[in-house]
């Protein structure tokens, strides 16, 4: 009766996590939705949050600002006016992503607003929502991995370091990935080591993980 009374009770805390949720994406875009404003819509506790949602996809930016890890600048865009507003505030090249569109549907990299113009008529059309992401573009960056292992009690290892042979900008199911990691310096390379390792401890993700990174080729500024 016991475990009966607590599946309940799971199911009720989640079912209001996941209202809360969806009553929040009605108003904006998925990587502009806060814990807190989930927690506080839902009327549960921080912990009993992270116990209890499962998908944290769209929270890994809040996390990761804050870890001071860096994140692309980005802002939401649900007219053409809107989305050539915030690629001037973001500085061009910016990406465009459809919110809710199967495999990035719709999105697309544009390099000026005549590009923008073009790409945002689309990808608004096609979104249900009507709503894009304008996000600062990193394509020609370098796409490094690393797969990170953590166990119950907070140890964490890196199992290794893959580059792709192709920079960011081409899928990477196009493109070929080598292990170990060939062309950074100790420096970059202990750096993001460093950086998935504490992401994986942050998520508190007991087993593996995949880490990936986008590296400036000419610096080490990171996404």
């Known amino acids: 009766m016991e475990k009966q009374a607590m599946d309940r009770r799971q ?8 209202n809360a949720f969806c009553s929040l994406l009605a108003k904006k875009h998925y990587n502009h939705i806060t ?8 009327d549960v506790g921080r912990a009993t949050f992270y116990a209890h949602f499962e998908t944290k996809d769209f929270l890994l ?9 860096p994140v692309l600048p980005s802002l939401i865009a649900n007219s053409i006016e809107e989305g050539l507003a915030a690629a001037k505030e973001i500085g061009y090249p910016v990406v465009l992503r459809p919110a809710f569109t199967l495999g990035g549907t ?9 590009e923008l113009i073009e790409i945002m008529k689309n990808a608004l059309k096609l979104s249900p929502v009507h709503q894009v992401l ?17 166990d119950g009690t907070d140890h964490a290892i890196t199992i290794c370091g893959m580059e792709n042979i192709d920079p960011v900008g081409v899928h990477t199911g196009d493109s070929i990935v080598v292990a170990p990691i060939l062309t950074l310096n100790d420096h970059d390379f202990n750096m993001l080591k460093e950086s ?8 508190k993700i007991e087993g593996g993980c995949n880490v990936q990174f986008a590296l400036d080729p000419n610096s080490s500024q990171y996404y």
């Not at 930016?61 to 890890?69: A, M, P, Q, V, Y």
């Not at 719709?106 to 005549?114: I, S, V």
């Open 61 to 69: 930016k809040e996390l990761c600002e804050e870890l001071g890890e």
């Open 134 to 150: 304008v996000e600062k573009s990193v394509k020609g960056y370098k796409e490094i991995e690393f797969e990170v292992m953590r």
């Open 11 to 18: 199911k009720k805390t989640r079912a209001a996590i996941f």
């Open 35 to 42: 814990v807190g404003e989930i927690i506080e819509l839902a």
């Open 106 to 114: 719709g999105g697309g990299f544009a390099n000026n607003e005549a």
């Open 196 to 203: 998935a390792l504490k992401i994986i401890k942050e998520l």
